[in-house]
């Protein structure tokens, strides 16, 4: 396997090196991989390495298409290594769960702008978000034990990105506050 990556390193006319093989073996290993996660499964292969050459790797390896470079509104960047085909992303809201889904048309780009305003465009990126089929499985079970019971579930979960400990915390703060207003008077 390595010397296949080696050669399509050589082919793209990259230098290869141990850690250019190691970023891309992560981004092969982990689709939708951040930088900081590509950072530390590099770190994990082949040792001490800088966060700026992993992020320089990155970019070499963006530049000369052997990964793909997506950031999602509101999400760091992440790598992919597919590709060589027209897809696109479904993206958790609550999660931030990123998977592939394959574009219907099959062919870049898969849309059309009205007025192309001169432009030559080959590539249009979508992103569908919403809610992955755990997320929307949690969102769910506690609005079925309320209605079951006629009361909130033991945990108090309202919504599966504000756990029932957060809550309490910041409940917590509040009373702290008043406490603490009652003695100043």
């Known amino acids: 396997m390595a010397t296949d990556q080696a050669d399509l390193l050589r082919q793209r006319g990259i230098q290869v090196t141990a850690q250019r093989l190691a970023v891309l073996r992560a981004v092969a290993g982990q689709p939708h991989i951040t930088a900081d996660a590509a950072v530390e499964a590099v770190r994990t ?78 590539e249009a990126e979508v992103a569908y978000w919403g809610r992955c089929p755990d997320c929307l499985a949690q969102s769910q079970a506690p609005a079925s034990a309320q209605a079951t019971t006629g009361r909130p579930s033991r945990s108090g979960a309202i919504h599966p990105s504000k756990p029932a400990t957060d809550r309490a915390r910041r409940a917590g703060r509040s009373r702290q506050r008043t406490v603490k207003r009652i003695r100043r008077d």
């Not at 060589?84 to 958790?92: A, K, M, P, R, W």
């Not at 990123?98 to 898969?110: I, T």
């Open 45 to 122: 292969e082949i040792g001490a390495i800088s966060l700026q050459s992993v992020y320089d790797a990155l970019g070499v390896l963006v530049a000369k298409g052997l990964i793909r470079r997506i950031q999602p509104a509101g999400s760091p960047a992440r790598f992919e290594a597919r590709v060589g085909d027209n897809h696109h992303h479904l993206i958790c809201r609550i999660c931030g769960r990123v998977v592939d889904v394959d574009c219907a048309v099959g062919s870049a780009p898969c849309l059309t702008a009205v007025d192309d305003r001169g432009y030559e465009i080959d």
